[in-house]
């Protein structure tokens, strides 16, 4: 469906006047059916990719199509659920009016924009907010409003930047199942954030961009053995955790309990090792997910 093609973005700074890369020889495809998370640190490029991508902005260089269209035409034929990384709503608008007015726009038929809005209101537990103007909401609950505008529409391709931006746990949660229930053989959604725990939960795959650059792409099977990860081994009997697992360190104030990064291969061969030594494992955790893993090493690099 999406095709980046050797993408790149650059300008001026208008201070010091030197070329800033905002994007740079960015390659990637997506296609229906799937979930796809956009993470890295701030000024990576997340932005950048998500405005060419929208038509906002032109690419420097390489190629971006929509099922073989450019951007902009594509958009303005199919339209897109997009939520926006700040939501930029008409102040004075009451909620249920923002919402039944975003639901026009989005091509709900005009005899369904009552019935779905007041179901995207509900679904988004805007119900006790709908006395209030736009202005009056917390950022909460401003963002669920953002939330309601980009998912009133039936559209093929949902873009949603920084989605849990300002919600509370519960509604984070309630987000995940939102998201779930988007998931269509026929539409592609795409989620950048900085919430790799959320992307970890709810993406088939994560691009990984740092200093413009696409480091890495984590959620396909063939990679998952070889992935280094961080571990937590706590372990009975007299032993060298090094001898078996390279890089392990004991964790000052608690013996037997060692660190080691280590793919899932690497650190069933040492435990091997280690038990057929004579040690006794007693606990074996994994210290942080595999996107938080995977993103550590990429933007370390």
Same mark, same amino acid.
């Given at each position: 469906m999406i095709r980046f093609e050797s993408v790149s973005k650059s300008y001026t700074a208008l201070v010091s006047r030197k070329r800033v890369d905002a994007l740079a020889e960015f390659t990637l495809e997506m296609a229906r059916g799937e979930v796809v998370g956009i993470a890295g640190p701030n000024g990576a490029g997340k932005s950048t990719m998500i405005s060419l991508l929208m038509g906002f902005l032109q690419p420097t260089s390489g190629r971006i199509t929509i099922d073989g269209a450019a951007p902009r035409p594509w958009v303005e034929q199919h339209g897109v659920g997009y939520l926006t990384e700040l939501v930029n709503l008409p102040p004075r608008w009451k909620v249920p009016t923002t919402v039944r007015r975003m639901a026009t726009l989005s091509g709900v038929a005009a005899d369904a924009v009552a019935t779905e809005s007041a179901a995207m209101m509900t679904r988004l537990g805007l119900d006790e907010h709908a006395g209030k103007r736009i202005k009056q909401l917390s950022k909460g609950n401003l963002q669920r409003v953002g939330l309601g505008q980009a998912l009133i529409g039936d559209f093929e391709l949902v873009v949603l930047d920084e989605p849990t931006h300002g919600l509370d746990p519960l509604w984070t949660q309630r987000?995940?199942?939102?998201? @779930?229930?988007?998931?269509?053989?026929?539409?592609?959604?795409?989620?950048? @954030?900085?919430?790799?725990?959320?992307?970890?939960?709810?993406?088939?795959?994560?691009?990984?961009?740092?200093?413009?650059?696409?480091?890495?792409?984590?959620?396909?099977?063939?990679?998952?053995?070889?992935?280094?990860?961080?571990?937590?081994?706590?372990?009975e009997g007299t032993v060298d955790v090094t001898t078996a697992i390279a890089g392990a360190m004991p964790i000052a104030g608690r013996a037997g309990t060692w660190r080691c990064l280590a793919s899932r291969r690497e650190l069933s061969t040492g435990l091997a090792t280690l038990l057929a030594g004579g040690a006794v494992l007693v606990e074996c955790v994994p210290e942080e997910g595999r996107l938080e893993s995977a993103f550590r090493e990429a933007v370390q690099r």
């Open positions: 987000f995940r199942d939102v998201v @779930s229930a988007l998931r269509r053989p026929d539409r592609l959604v795409l989620i950048a @954030s900085h919430n790799l725990d959320e992307l970890e939960m709810l993406a088939d795959r994560v691009a990984i961009l740092d200093h413009g650059r696409l480091q890495r792409v984590v959620g396909h099977a063939t990679e998952e053995r070889s992935e280094q990860l961080a571990w937590r081994l706590v372990l």
